[in-house]
């Protein structure tokens, strides 16, 4: 008889610390407390994950928001240890959207060419602007060495008295056919520099020629 | 040359002054010249755990500011010979001491004593940073608390990226009763959870108060248990290579003299 009630004892006792021990539920928060705070993270680290994993999985299933279940827990060993802590989620799900899917990418393809073709003009006008920049510090360089051409002109008086007799005939002529004029009077020794200067000059007159259509086709998209 | 022992915790009143105490003092018991240094500016509170508070002339502000020499600023404790305090100042703030000049007040300390212990303030600021910079060793301070748990943690790792490696936990305030019933978390789930050595675990009992009421260190008091276990913790400071005893699991008569015939 005693034997029996003392059986019973010790089984309530020990159902009752089952019950009741907070030691367990202290260490299990503990241990997702410092899970959390040993990789750095904030609180709002778990909200902000489970709404991205939330945005992907919408993109192929129906889900259940309000019922999904997203959070960190420690995985146990077979010998009942703990062992690492792993990612848990329960994501119950409404329905597969698998004709949805099929029409959501049509409409995704038509979205992503008519994006492109807005890219692409965008590329466009981009290059145009470029060019723009391209055929300006051309004409700086060119100019500079106008002027290099003028200093060494200095030197020789020879080329210089003939220089300021063409720019007497020719008075107030353009820029560019004045390069050409000095280029032409110059001595044989600086022949591969006019030359150059030259090309310079006529590639410069091509890309004017190209942003002038550039701008008419800029002008008819408008 | 002395070892820099810095007792640390990051929450607030989990027995790091204490600790601080009672750990000098047994160093001392054993033979150590040791020096204690509080670096709670401002929240001094090691001079009346100790009983030295009327004993103050200078302090460390002072020590650090040249105003004084460190010799001066030294107290010498009334019960042990080669026991010394360094009291905080409590009219000033944790800026007015820096981790360069603690550097320097430990390697001179260093140069005369065999323990420098470091009596933290709680938290992670400047206090903190100034009290770890000289030291050679941590003793981590926690009791059975979530909170005091999770503070010790952080502590844990700033010390281990202040490169103060393989930092020693005391674990404070132990009821054994509350263990035996599941409802305080027991010593191998906190070690489990800080995963460093475990020093030593302290009983928490009325004679802390009692002692600390008349300025007197835990351990003289010899019926007191968290005395024996902060006498044990000097042991293994030491080196000593002693088992830890966990309140609530001693072994009785009984079981000591089973023990004895099992060898």
Redesign the interface.
């Given at each position: 008889m005693f034997e029996n009630l003392f059986k019973l004892f010790k089984k309530e006792n020990k159902r009752e610390t089952l019950c009741e021990s907070s030691k367990d539920t202290a260490k299990e928060r503990l241990h997702l407390v410092l899970m959390q705070d040993r990789a750095n993270v904030s609180a709002d680290f778990l909200d902000l994950m489970r709404q991205e994993i939330i945005e992907v999985i919408k993109k192929y299933i129906d889900i259940d928001e309000s019922t999904m279940d997203v959070r960190l827990t420690n995985q146990t060993n077979d010998d009942g240890t703990q062992g690492a802590p792993a990612l848990y989620a329960n994501i119950p799900i409404l329905n597969i959207k698998d004709e949805n899917k099929k029409m959501k990418m049509e409409e995704q393809i038509n979205k992503e060419t008519q994006e492109k073709t807005k890219e692409a003009l965008e590329v466009d006008q981009t290059t145009i602007e470029e060019e723009d920049k391209k055929i300006e510090e051309a004409i700086k360089i060119v100019e500079e060495e106008k002027n290099e051409t003028q200093n060494k002109e200095k030197n020789n008086e020879k080329i210089k008295t003939q220089n300021e007799k063409e720019k007497d005939v020719k008075g107030e002529s353009q820029e560019k056919e004045k390069n050409n004029n000095n280029s032409e009077s110059n001595n044989e020794g600086n022949d591969k520099e006019e030359s150059e200067v030259q090309n310079k000059t006529e590639n410069i007159q091509k890309k004017i020629k190209s942003q002038n259509k550039n701008q008419k086709r800029k002008n008819k998209r408008e | 040359m002395g070892e820099v022992i810095v007792i640390t915790s990051g929450k607030g009143g989990v027995g790091k002054t204490t600790t601080t105490a009672n750990l000098g003092s047994s160093l001392a018991l054993e033979g150590k010249k040791v020096a204690l240094i509080d670096t709670d500016i401002g929240l001094r509170n090691l001079d009346v755990v100790m009983g030295l508070e009327n004993r103050i002339v200078y302090d460390i502000v002072d020590v650090v500011e040249g105003k004084c020499k460190l010799r001066q600023a030294l107290i010498k404790d009334k019960r042990f010979k080669e026991l010394y305090l360094l009291p905080a100042a409590q009219t000033r703030d944790k800026s007015a001491v820096n981790e360069e000049q603690m550097k320097e007040l430990t390697t001179k300390l260093k140069e005369e004593f065999d323990y420098i212990l470091v009596d933290c303030p709680a938290g992670i600021e400047q206090g903190f940073k100034n009290a770890i910079a000289g030291a050679d060793r941590a003793i981590v301070v926690t009791t059975a608390e979530?909170s005091s748990?999770?503070d010790a943690?952080?502590i844990i790792?700033l010390l281990e990226s202040a490169e103060i490696k393989n930092p020693e936990l005391v674990i404070n305030r132990i009821r054994p009763n509350m263990?035996k019933?599941?409802?305080?978390?027991?010593v191998d789930?906190i070690v489990d959870?800080l995963s460093i050595d475990l020093i030593g675990v302290v009983p928490d009992d009325e004679y802390i108060i009692t002692q600390t009421n008349k300025g007197e260190p835990v351990i003289q008091n010899k019926r007191a248990p968290s005395g024996k276990a902060y006498l044990e913790i000097a042991k293994r400071v030491l080196g000593e290579d002693i088992e830890v005893t966990i309140p609530g699991r001693e072994q009785s008569f009984w079981q000591k003299i089973k023990s004895i015939f099992r060898k």
């Amino acid at each position: 008889m005693f034997e029996n009630l003392f059986k019973l004892f010790k089984k309530e006792n020990k159902r009752e610390t089952l019950c009741e021990s907070s030691k367990d539920t202290a260490k299990e928060r503990l241990h997702l407390v410092l899970m959390q705070d040993r990789a750095n993270v904030s609180a709002d680290f778990l909200d902000l994950m489970r709404q991205e994993i939330i945005e992907v999985i919408k993109k192929y299933i129906d889900i259940d928001e309000s019922t999904m279940d997203v959070r960190l827990t420690n995985q146990t060993n077979d010998d009942g240890t703990q062992g690492a802590p792993a990612l848990y989620a329960n994501i119950p799900i409404l329905n597969i959207k698998d004709e949805n899917k099929k029409m959501k990418m049509e409409e995704q393809i038509n979205k992503e060419t008519q994006e492109k073709t807005k890219e692409a003009l965008e590329v466009d006008q981009t290059t145009i602007e470029e060019e723009d920049k391209k055929i300006e510090e051309a004409i700086k360089i060119v100019e500079e060495e106008k002027n290099e051409t003028q200093n060494k002109e200095k030197n020789n008086e020879k080329i210089k008295t003939q220089n300021e007799k063409e720019k007497d005939v020719k008075g107030e002529s353009q820029e560019k056919e004045k390069n050409n004029n000095n280029s032409e009077s110059n001595n044989e020794g600086n022949d591969k520099e006019e030359s150059e200067v030259q090309n310079k000059t006529e590639n410069i007159q091509k890309k004017i020629k190209s942003q002038n259509k550039n701008q008419k086709r800029k002008n008819k998209r408008e | 040359m002395g070892e820099v022992i810095v007792i640390t915790s990051g929450k607030g009143g989990v027995g790091k002054t204490t600790t601080t105490a009672n750990l000098g003092s047994s160093l001392a018991l054993e033979g150590k010249k040791v020096a204690l240094i509080d670096t709670d500016i401002g929240l001094r509170n090691l001079d009346v755990v100790m009983g030295l508070e009327n004993r103050i002339v200078y302090d460390i502000v002072d020590v650090v500011e040249g105003k004084c020499k460190l010799r001066q600023a030294l107290i010498k404790d009334k019960r042990f010979k080669e026991l010394y305090l360094l009291p905080a100042a409590q009219t000033r703030d944790k800026s007015a001491v820096n981790e360069e000049q603690m550097k320097e007040l430990t390697t001179k300390l260093k140069e005369e004593f065999d323990y420098i212990l470091v009596d933290c303030p709680a938290g992670i600021e400047q206090g903190f940073k100034n009290a770890i910079a000289g030291a050679d060793r941590a003793i981590v301070v926690t009791t059975a608390e979530i909170s005091s748990i999770r503070d010790a943690d952080r502590i844990i790792g700033l010390l281990e990226s202040a490169e103060i490696k393989n930092p020693e936990l005391v674990i404070n305030r132990i009821r054994p009763n509350m263990v035996k019933r599941g409802e305080m978390m027991d010593v191998d789930d906190i070690v489990d959870l800080l995963s460093i050595d475990l020093i030593g675990v302290v009983p928490d009992d009325e004679y802390i108060i009692t002692q600390t009421n008349k300025g007197e260190p835990v351990i003289q008091n010899k019926r007191a248990p968290s005395g024996k276990a902060y006498l044990e913790i000097a042991k293994r400071v030491l080196g000593e290579d002693i088992e830890v005893t966990i309140p609530g699991r001693e072994q009785s008569f009984w079981q000591k003299i089973k023990s004895i015939f099992r060898k």
